[in-house]
Protein backbone atom coordinates (compact mmCIF):
# COMPACT_ATOMS: atom_id res chain seq x y z
CA UNK A 1 0.00 0.00 0.00
CA UNK A 2 1.05 3.65 -0.96
CA UNK A 3 1.75 6.05 2.24
CA UNK A 4 -0.98 8.49 0.48
CA UNK A 5 1.04 11.81 1.77
CA UNK A 6 4.21 11.51 0.29
CA UNK A 7 3.05 11.46 -3.33
CA UNK A 8 0.95 15.13 -2.07
CA UNK A 9 4.40 16.90 0.21
CA UNK A 10 6.81 15.61 -2.17
CA UNK A 11 5.00 17.57 -5.13
CA UNK A 12 4.92 19.95 -3.12
CA UNK A 13 8.36 19.94 -2.07
CA UNK A 14 9.69 20.13 -5.65
CA UNK A 15 11.22 23.29 -7.06
CA UNK A 16 11.87 24.13 -10.76
CA UNK A 17 15.77 23.03 -11.35
CA UNK A 18 17.76 26.04 -11.15
CA UNK A 19 19.83 26.91 -14.34
CA UNK A 20 23.44 26.10 -13.62
CA UNK A 21 23.14 23.00 -13.80
CA UNK A 22 26.45 20.96 -14.88
CA UNK A 23 26.96 19.99 -18.70
CA UNK A 24 27.73 16.73 -17.42
CA UNK A 25 24.27 16.10 -15.41
CA UNK A 26 22.69 17.31 -18.77
CA UNK A 27 24.34 15.30 -21.05
CA UNK A 28 24.41 12.05 -18.30
CA UNK A 29 22.86 8.85 -19.86
CA UNK A 30 19.49 6.97 -18.01
CA UNK A 31 22.21 4.54 -17.26
CA UNK A 32 24.49 6.95 -15.52
CA UNK A 33 21.73 8.94 -13.83
CA UNK A 34 20.90 5.53 -12.37
CA UNK A 35 24.12 4.60 -11.11
CA UNK A 36 24.59 7.80 -9.44
CA UNK A 37 20.86 7.83 -7.60
CA UNK A 38 21.80 4.32 -6.75
CA UNK A 39 25.21 5.68 -4.86
CA UNK A 40 23.41 8.32 -3.53
CA UNK A 41 20.85 6.88 -2.45
CA UNK A 42 22.57 3.70 -0.59
CA UNK A 43 22.91 5.20 2.86
CA UNK A 44 19.31 4.72 3.46
CA UNK A 45 18.86 1.21 3.50
CA UNK A 46 21.54 1.00 6.42
CA UNK A 47 19.67 4.19 8.11
CA UNK A 48 16.54 2.26 7.67
CA UNK A 49 17.72 -1.40 9.36
CA UNK A 50 19.01 0.69 11.86
CA UNK A 51 16.02 2.71 12.80
CA UNK A 52 12.88 0.58 12.35
CA UNK A 53 14.28 -1.60 15.34
CA UNK A 54 14.35 1.41 16.94
CA UNK A 55 11.18 3.69 16.28
CA UNK A 56 8.85 0.17 16.75
CA UNK A 57 10.26 -0.34 20.54
CA UNK A 58 9.60 3.41 21.86
CA UNK A 59 9.02 5.78 18.74
CA UNK A 60 11.64 8.66 17.42
CA UNK A 61 13.42 11.33 20.25
CA UNK A 62 13.36 8.65 22.73
CA UNK A 63 17.16 8.01 24.17
CA UNK A 64 17.06 4.27 24.11
CA UNK A 65 20.66 3.34 26.11
CA UNK A 66 22.46 0.18 25.76
CA UNK A 67 23.64 -1.44 29.65
CA UNK A 68 26.23 -3.72 27.96
CA UNK A 69 28.61 -3.57 25.53
CA UNK A 70 28.03 -5.35 22.06
CA UNK A 71 28.77 -9.31 21.97
CA UNK A 72 28.79 -11.37 18.81
CA UNK A 73 24.96 -11.80 19.43
CA UNK A 74 24.56 -7.43 18.65
CA UNK A 75 23.75 -7.49 14.76
CA UNK A 76 22.13 -4.03 14.27
CA UNK A 77 25.18 -2.41 13.04
CA UNK A 78 28.34 -3.78 11.28
CA UNK A 79 31.70 -3.75 12.38
CA UNK A 80 30.62 -2.29 16.37
CA UNK A 81 32.79 -0.89 18.83
CA UNK A 82 33.34 -2.79 21.95
CA UNK A 83 34.56 -0.17 23.83
CA UNK A 84 32.00 2.33 24.50
CA UNK A 85 28.29 1.85 25.89
CA UNK A 86 26.07 3.75 23.13
CA UNK A 87 23.13 5.98 23.63
CA UNK A 88 20.69 6.21 20.71
CA UNK A 89 17.88 7.87 19.29
CA UNK A 90 16.35 8.16 16.00
CA UNK A 91 15.36 12.06 15.30
CA UNK A 92 12.71 12.93 13.69
CA UNK A 93 12.68 17.14 13.77
CA UNK A 94 9.71 17.82 11.21
CA UNK A 95 7.22 18.84 14.34
CA UNK A 96 9.38 20.34 16.71
CA UNK A 97 13.37 20.57 17.80
CA UNK A 98 14.74 19.00 20.40
CA UNK A 99 17.06 19.59 23.17
CA UNK A 100 19.25 17.36 24.88
CA UNK A 101 20.81 17.98 28.41
CA UNK A 102 24.60 16.77 28.87
CA UNK A 103 25.93 15.98 32.22
CA UNK A 104 29.26 16.75 33.41
CA UNK A 105 31.36 14.03 32.51
CA UNK A 106 35.06 14.82 33.17
CA UNK A 107 36.55 11.25 33.99
CA UNK A 108 36.53 9.47 30.24
CA UNK A 109 36.18 9.43 26.98
CA UNK A 110 32.91 11.14 25.74
CA UNK A 111 31.11 12.20 22.44
CA UNK A 112 27.30 12.88 21.56
CA UNK A 113 27.55 12.83 17.83
CA UNK A 114 24.50 13.44 15.25
CA UNK A 115 24.16 12.00 11.96
CA UNK A 116 21.69 13.28 9.13
CA UNK A 117 19.50 11.07 7.04
CA UNK A 118 22.53 10.13 4.88
CA UNK A 119 25.19 9.22 7.59
CA UNK A 120 26.82 12.49 7.64
CA UNK A 121 28.69 13.11 10.88
CA UNK A 122 27.64 16.76 10.53
CA UNK A 123 28.27 17.84 14.87
CA UNK A 124 29.51 16.29 17.97
CA UNK A 125 29.79 17.54 21.54
CA UNK A 126 32.60 15.87 23.74
CA UNK A 127 35.57 16.01 25.47
CA UNK A 128 37.75 16.18 22.59
CA UNK A 129 36.11 19.47 22.09
CA UNK A 130 35.67 20.81 25.33
CA UNK A 131 31.99 21.15 25.31
CA UNK A 132 30.74 22.32 28.66
CA UNK A 133 27.55 20.38 30.45
CA UNK A 134 24.27 22.02 30.07
CA UNK A 135 20.96 22.07 27.35
CA UNK A 136 21.94 22.44 23.75
CA UNK A 137 19.11 22.80 21.30
CA UNK A 138 18.19 20.82 18.22
CA UNK A 139 16.73 22.15 15.40
CA UNK A 140 16.32 21.78 11.96
CA UNK A 141 15.05 24.40 9.51
CA UNK A 142 17.31 27.37 10.74
CA UNK A 143 18.06 30.70 8.45
CA UNK A 144 20.47 29.73 5.49
CA UNK A 145 23.15 31.36 7.66
CA UNK A 146 22.70 28.96 9.93
CA UNK A 147 25.15 26.18 8.79
CA UNK A 148 25.20 22.19 9.83
CA UNK A 149 27.42 21.75 13.31
CA UNK A 150 27.10 22.69 16.57
CA UNK A 151 26.93 26.45 17.41
CA UNK A 152 27.73 27.90 20.38
CA UNK A 153 25.77 30.34 22.17
CA UNK A 154 28.44 32.50 24.01
CA UNK A 155 27.09 33.15 27.68
CA UNK A 156 23.86 31.53 26.52
CA UNK A 157 22.50 34.76 26.01
CA UNK A 158 20.62 35.63 23.27
CA UNK A 159 21.63 39.19 23.43
CA UNK A 160 25.52 37.71 22.15
CA UNK A 161 24.20 36.20 19.31
CA UNK A 162 21.39 37.77 17.91
CA UNK A 163 19.60 34.27 17.61
CA UNK A 164 16.27 33.65 19.42
CA UNK A 165 17.09 30.01 19.76
CA UNK A 166 20.04 30.50 22.18
CA UNK A 167 17.98 31.41 25.00
CA UNK A 168 18.89 29.61 28.23
CA UNK A 169 21.37 27.28 25.75
CA UNK A 170 24.75 26.29 25.70
CA UNK A 171 24.58 26.02 21.65
CA UNK A 172 22.27 24.73 19.36
CA UNK A 173 23.29 21.97 16.79
CA UNK A 174 21.83 22.64 13.40
CA UNK A 175 20.65 19.55 11.82
CA UNK A 176 21.00 19.24 7.34
CA UNK A 177 18.03 17.03 7.33
CA UNK A 178 15.02 16.35 9.23
CA UNK A 179 15.36 12.49 10.05
CA UNK A 180 18.89 11.52 11.44
CA UNK A 181 20.50 9.45 14.42
CA UNK A 182 21.54 10.18 17.35
CA UNK A 183 24.62 7.63 18.66
CA UNK A 184 26.39 8.92 22.03
CA UNK A 185 29.39 6.94 22.85
CA UNK A 186 31.03 6.71 26.71
CA UNK A 187 34.02 4.89 27.50
CA UNK A 188 34.18 1.77 29.72
CA UNK A 189 36.94 1.66 31.48
CA UNK A 190 35.96 -2.00 32.85
CA UNK A 191 33.20 -4.40 32.87
CA UNK A 192 33.02 -3.69 36.21
CA UNK A 193 31.87 -1.36 38.72
CA UNK A 194 32.66 1.38 35.76
CA UNK A 195 30.07 0.09 33.89
CA UNK A 196 27.33 1.24 37.04
CA UNK A 197 29.36 4.81 36.93
CA UNK A 198 28.44 5.08 32.91
CA UNK A 199 24.94 4.11 33.20
CA UNK A 200 24.56 6.62 35.96
CA UNK A 201 25.44 8.95 33.19
CA UNK A 202 23.36 7.70 30.58
CA UNK A 203 20.55 8.03 33.36
CA UNK A 204 21.76 11.84 33.41
CA UNK A 205 21.44 12.28 29.88
CA UNK A 206 17.84 13.60 28.67
CA UNK A 207 16.47 14.23 25.00
CA UNK A 208 12.83 16.24 24.87
CA UNK A 209 10.95 17.65 22.10
CA UNK A 210 10.36 21.67 22.51
CA UNK A 211 8.24 24.33 20.08
CA UNK A 212 10.26 24.93 16.72
CA UNK A 213 11.73 27.93 15.97
CA UNK A 214 11.12 27.92 11.90
CA UNK A 215 13.11 29.68 9.75
CA UNK A 216 11.20 28.37 6.19
CA UNK A 217 13.99 26.04 5.13
CA UNK A 218 12.41 23.61 2.81
CA UNK A 219 9.02 21.64 2.39
CA UNK A 220 7.26 20.09 5.50
CA UNK A 221 8.38 16.40 6.01
CA UNK A 222 5.76 14.27 7.55
CA UNK A 223 6.08 12.81 10.76
CA UNK A 224 9.08 10.00 10.80
CA UNK A 225 7.37 6.30 10.80
CA UNK A 226 8.03 2.85 10.19
CA UNK A 227 5.98 2.97 7.35
CA UNK A 228 7.67 5.75 5.39
CA UNK A 229 10.83 3.51 6.23
CA UNK A 230 9.46 -0.12 5.39
CA UNK A 231 6.08 -0.11 3.85
CA UNK A 232 5.75 -0.88 -0.05
CA UNK A 233 9.44 -1.53 -0.94
CA UNK A 234 10.48 -4.25 -2.88
CA UNK A 235 12.66 -6.87 -1.29
CA UNK A 236 15.05 -6.27 -4.09
CA UNK A 237 17.81 -3.88 -2.91
CA UNK A 238 18.29 -2.08 -6.00
CA UNK A 239 14.86 -1.04 -6.21
CA UNK A 240 14.60 -0.50 -2.55
CA UNK A 241 17.36 2.34 -2.82
CA UNK A 242 15.65 3.84 -5.62
CA UNK A 243 12.17 3.70 -3.68
CA UNK A 244 13.77 4.87 -0.74
CA UNK A 245 15.54 7.87 -2.08
CA UNK A 246 12.55 8.87 -3.79
CA UNK A 247 10.01 9.03 -0.70
CA UNK A 248 12.91 10.53 1.39
CA UNK A 249 15.28 13.22 -0.78
CA UNK A 250 12.48 15.68 -1.06
CA UNK A 251 12.79 16.56 2.10
CA UNK A 252 16.26 16.01 2.81
CA UNK A 253 18.66 17.91 -0.35
CA UNK A 254 21.86 17.92 -0.67
CA UNK A 255 23.34 20.08 1.99
CA UNK A 256 25.73 21.91 -0.84
CA UNK A 257 22.52 24.20 -1.76
CA UNK A 258 24.84 24.64 -5.50
CA UNK A 259 25.07 21.16 -5.82
CA UNK A 260 20.81 20.66 -5.55
CA UNK A 261 20.17 21.00 -9.29
CA UNK A 262 22.55 18.56 -10.42
CA UNK A 263 21.56 16.24 -7.47
CA UNK A 264 18.18 16.77 -8.64
CA UNK A 265 18.39 16.41 -12.72
CA UNK A 266 20.04 13.22 -11.89
CA UNK A 267 16.96 11.81 -9.76
CA UNK A 268 14.55 12.75 -12.06
CA UNK A 269 16.26 11.45 -15.12
CA UNK A 270 16.75 8.16 -12.98
CA UNK A 271 12.72 7.94 -12.63
CA UNK A 272 12.56 9.53 -8.91
CA UNK A 273 10.45 12.05 -9.19
CA UNK A 274 7.73 13.85 -6.92
CA UNK A 275 8.34 11.45 -4.26
CA UNK A 276 8.19 7.88 -6.50
CA UNK A 277 10.06 5.83 -8.72
CA UNK A 278 9.01 4.80 -11.95
CA UNK A 279 11.67 2.50 -13.31
CA UNK A 280 13.68 3.60 -16.72
CA UNK A 281 15.64 0.67 -16.88
CA UNK A 282 15.40 -3.16 -16.81
CA UNK A 283 19.11 -3.86 -15.94
CA UNK A 284 18.95 -2.38 -12.49
CA UNK A 285 21.16 -5.11 -10.76
CA UNK A 286 23.99 -4.65 -13.02
CA UNK A 287 24.03 -1.16 -12.51
CA UNK A 288 24.02 -1.48 -8.57
CA UNK A 289 27.10 -3.77 -9.01
CA UNK A 290 28.97 -1.67 -11.46
CA UNK A 291 28.04 1.31 -8.96
CA UNK A 292 29.30 -0.75 -6.19
CA UNK A 293 32.29 -1.37 -8.52
CA UNK A 294 33.27 2.18 -8.68
CA UNK A 295 32.33 3.01 -5.29
CA UNK A 296 35.28 0.51 -4.12
CA UNK A 297 37.56 2.05 -6.44
CA UNK A 298 37.00 5.15 -5.29
CA UNK A 299 37.61 4.60 -1.86
CA UNK A 300 41.21 3.83 -2.53
CA UNK A 301 42.13 6.56 -4.53
CA UNK A 302 45.08 8.84 -3.03
CA UNK A 303 42.52 11.41 -2.16
CA UNK A 304 40.59 9.17 -0.13
CA UNK A 305 42.98 6.36 1.32
CA UNK A 306 46.20 7.50 3.22
CA UNK A 307 49.09 4.48 3.91
CA UNK A 308 50.27 4.95 6.84
CA UNK A 309 53.34 2.03 7.25
CA UNK A 310 53.59 -1.47 8.04
CA UNK A 311 50.25 -2.39 5.39
CA UNK A 312 48.27 -0.03 7.54
CA UNK A 313 45.77 2.32 5.74
CA UNK A 314 43.10 4.47 6.81
CA UNK A 315 40.43 7.29 5.30
CA UNK A 316 41.73 10.65 4.97
CA UNK A 317 39.89 13.06 7.25
CA UNK A 318 37.58 14.40 4.17
CA UNK A 319 36.37 10.52 3.44
CA UNK A 320 35.72 9.79 6.80
CA UNK A 321 32.63 10.81 8.87
CA UNK A 322 31.53 13.97 6.90
CA UNK A 323 31.34 13.85 3.11
CA UNK A 324 30.24 16.79 1.28
CA UNK A 325 29.53 16.02 -1.88
CA UNK A 326 31.35 12.89 -2.03
CA UNK A 327 28.20 10.33 -2.25
CA UNK A 328 30.88 7.65 -3.22
CA UNK A 329 32.43 8.04 0.13
CA UNK A 330 29.67 8.02 1.90
CA UNK A 331 28.07 4.91 0.18
CA UNK A 332 31.58 2.97 1.11
CA UNK A 333 31.42 4.40 4.68
CA UNK A 334 27.81 2.81 5.18
CA UNK A 335 28.60 -0.29 3.55
CA UNK A 336 32.16 -0.48 5.60
CA UNK A 337 31.45 0.93 8.73
CA UNK A 338 28.05 2.75 9.42
CA UNK A 339 27.72 6.10 11.37
CA UNK A 340 31.51 6.33 11.48
CA UNK A 341 33.02 9.42 13.13
CA UNK A 342 35.29 12.61 11.82
CA UNK A 343 38.69 11.87 12.17
CA UNK A 344 38.98 14.27 14.82
CA UNK A 345 37.27 12.39 17.13
CA UNK A 346 38.67 8.93 15.45
CA UNK A 347 40.74 6.88 13.38
CA UNK A 348 40.08 3.87 12.32
CA UNK A 349 43.19 1.77 10.54
CA UNK A 350 42.74 -1.34 8.45
CA UNK A 351 45.57 -4.01 7.62
CA UNK A 352 45.84 -4.57 3.84
CA UNK A 353 47.30 -8.05 3.66
CA UNK A 354 50.00 -7.94 1.04
CA UNK A 355 50.23 -11.13 0.42
CA UNK A 356 46.52 -11.29 -0.53
CA UNK A 357 46.48 -8.67 -3.27
CA UNK A 358 46.10 -5.66 -0.19
CA UNK A 359 42.75 -7.10 0.43
CA UNK A 360 41.78 -5.93 4.43
CA UNK A 361 40.21 -9.71 4.01
CA UNK A 362 42.42 -11.93 6.43
CA UNK A 363 42.58 -15.33 6.20
CA UNK A 364 43.79 -17.87 8.57
CA UNK A 365 44.07 -22.25 9.10
CA UNK A 366 42.98 -23.73 11.47
CA UNK A 367 46.77 -24.12 12.92
CA UNK A 368 47.68 -20.70 11.76
CA UNK A 369 48.05 -16.90 13.59
CA UNK A 370 48.88 -13.57 13.25
CA UNK A 371 51.27 -11.68 15.22
CA UNK A 372 51.24 -7.86 15.41
CA UNK A 373 54.47 -6.20 17.21
CA UNK A 374 53.94 -3.04 18.90
CA UNK A 375 57.34 -0.67 18.84
CA UNK A 376 55.72 1.38 21.01
CA UNK A 377 51.91 2.97 23.03
CA UNK A 378 49.79 4.32 20.37
CA UNK A 379 50.04 8.40 21.46
CA UNK A 380 46.64 9.40 22.35
CA UNK A 381 45.12 12.97 23.98
CA UNK A 382 44.62 12.56 27.38
CA UNK A 383 41.23 10.76 27.30
CA UNK A 384 41.36 8.70 24.35
CA UNK A 385 41.95 4.54 24.10
CA UNK A 386 42.66 2.57 21.90
CA UNK A 387 41.33 -1.11 20.84
CA UNK A 388 41.86 -3.96 18.33
CA UNK A 389 38.57 -6.02 17.60
CA UNK A 390 37.96 -8.64 15.03
CA UNK A 391 35.36 -9.47 12.58
CA UNK A 392 34.08 -11.77 10.67
CA UNK A 393 33.25 -12.57 7.28
CA UNK A 394 29.82 -11.14 7.90
CA UNK A 395 31.38 -7.73 9.66
CA UNK A 396 30.25 -8.84 13.08
CA UNK A 397 32.03 -9.49 16.39
CA UNK A 398 33.78 -12.77 16.45
CA UNK A 399 32.16 -15.18 18.92
CA UNK A 400 34.77 -16.98 21.63
CA UNK A 401 34.65 -19.28 24.54
CA UNK A 402 36.11 -16.36 26.35
CA UNK A 403 33.87 -13.44 25.09
CA UNK A 404 36.37 -11.16 24.17
CA UNK A 405 36.25 -9.44 20.84
CA UNK A 406 39.13 -6.79 21.58
CA UNK A 407 42.28 -6.29 22.98
CA UNK A 408 43.52 -2.55 24.18
CA UNK A 409 44.70 -0.12 26.51
CA UNK A 410 42.07 -1.45 28.87
CA UNK A 411 42.57 -5.34 28.03
CA UNK A 412 44.99 -6.23 30.87
CA UNK A 413 48.17 -6.71 27.52
CA UNK A 414 51.22 -7.29 28.84
CA UNK A 415 54.99 -7.29 27.63
CA UNK A 416 56.83 -10.52 27.58
CA UNK A 417 58.06 -10.54 31.13
CA UNK A 418 54.50 -10.43 32.25
CA UNK A 419 54.18 -6.91 33.81
CA UNK A 420 51.39 -4.66 32.40
CA UNK A 421 51.63 -2.56 28.87
CA UNK A 422 49.33 -0.14 30.67
CA UNK A 423 50.30 -0.33 34.56
CA UNK A 424 50.85 1.94 37.09
CA UNK A 425 54.60 1.97 36.20
CA UNK A 426 55.00 0.73 33.17
CA UNK A 427 57.03 1.51 30.00
CA UNK A 428 56.79 1.92 26.93
CA UNK A 429 58.08 -0.96 25.31
CA UNK A 430 57.33 -3.44 22.27
CA UNK A 431 54.51 -5.52 23.35
CA UNK A 432 52.97 -7.85 20.86
CA UNK A 433 49.32 -9.39 19.96
CA UNK A 434 48.66 -12.78 18.63
CA UNK A 435 45.42 -13.45 16.60
CA UNK A 436 44.69 -16.99 16.26
CA UNK A 437 41.00 -19.25 15.94
CA UNK A 438 38.98 -19.12 18.71
CA UNK A 439 39.72 -22.98 18.83
CA UNK A 440 43.23 -22.88 19.74
CA UNK A 441 43.61 -21.62 22.94
CA UNK A 442 47.65 -20.17 23.17
CA UNK A 443 49.78 -21.13 26.28
CA UNK A 444 48.78 -19.07 29.37
CA UNK A 445 51.59 -16.30 29.40
CA UNK A 446 50.04 -15.91 25.91
CA UNK A 447 46.22 -15.64 26.99
CA UNK A 448 46.20 -11.34 27.79
CA UNK A 449 47.46 -10.67 24.42
CA UNK A 450 45.39 -13.20 22.44
CA UNK A 451 42.62 -11.79 19.88
CA UNK A 452 40.09 -14.52 19.18
CA UNK A 453 39.68 -15.10 15.09
CA UNK A 454 36.83 -17.56 13.43
CA UNK A 455 36.93 -21.15 15.19
CA UNK A 456 38.62 -23.46 12.46
CA UNK A 457 39.97 -20.51 10.86
CA UNK A 458 38.68 -18.69 7.76
CA UNK A 459 37.94 -14.88 6.41
CA UNK A 460 37.93 -12.46 9.19
CA UNK A 461 38.86 -8.46 9.24
CA UNK A 462 40.69 -6.35 11.82
CA UNK A 463 39.84 -2.89 12.98
CA UNK A 464 42.16 -0.57 15.06
CA UNK A 465 40.38 2.08 16.38
CA UNK A 466 42.02 5.17 18.07
CA UNK A 467 40.04 7.68 19.74
CA UNK A 468 41.33 11.35 20.60
CA UNK A 469 44.07 10.41 18.38
CA UNK A 470 46.90 12.75 18.49
CA UNK A 471 48.46 14.44 15.10
CA UNK A 472 51.41 12.34 14.74
CA UNK A 473 48.64 9.54 14.66
CA UNK A 474 46.71 11.30 11.87
CA UNK A 475 50.13 11.87 9.69
CA UNK A 476 51.52 8.16 9.86
CA UNK A 477 54.36 9.47 12.15
CA UNK A 478 53.86 7.14 14.96
CA UNK A 479 55.15 3.50 13.60
CA UNK A 480 52.38 1.21 13.27
CA UNK A 481 52.54 -2.59 14.45
CA UNK A 482 53.94 -5.20 11.72
CA UNK A 483 51.81 -8.03 11.26
CA UNK A 484 53.32 -11.53 10.56
CA UNK A 485 51.29 -14.81 9.48
CA UNK A 486 53.03 -17.71 11.54
CA UNK A 487 52.19 -21.23 12.78
CA UNK A 488 49.46 -20.78 15.38
CA UNK A 489 50.95 -21.06 18.66
CA UNK A 490 49.45 -24.40 21.09
CA UNK A 491 49.10 -24.31 24.70
Known amino acids: MRIPSITTLCTAASTPLASAIPLSATTASTDQATEFALTYGYPLIPYAKFALPLI ?105 TNDPACDGYQGIVNAPTPYGTFVGRLLVNDNGTDLQRVHMIQNQTALYPVAALRHGNGAHAPKLTTRILNDSLSADIPTRIMQMTARISPFSPPRNISDRPHVEWMLRKAGIKNGRYTPTQSNLTTLAKRAEAAVFSQAKMPQNSMNLGQDWVAMTPSAQGDYGTDYQMRYYVAYTGYLALTSGEAIYPSYEDPLNDGSATLTLGNDEAYILTFQSKPPLEETGFWSLTGYNAQQYLIANPLDRYAVGDRSGLTYPDGSLVYGAQSTNQTFQVLVQPADVAPPTNWTSNWLPAPSGGGKFSITFRLYAPSSSLAQGEWTYPTVEKKRAIFG
Open 56 to 160: SKSGTNNLQHMRQLSTADFQDVVRPNVDTLYSLAILDLSASDLVIEVPNITDRYWVFPFYDVYGNNYANLGGVRNNRPGKYRIRYGGAPRHKPGVQICRNTARSI
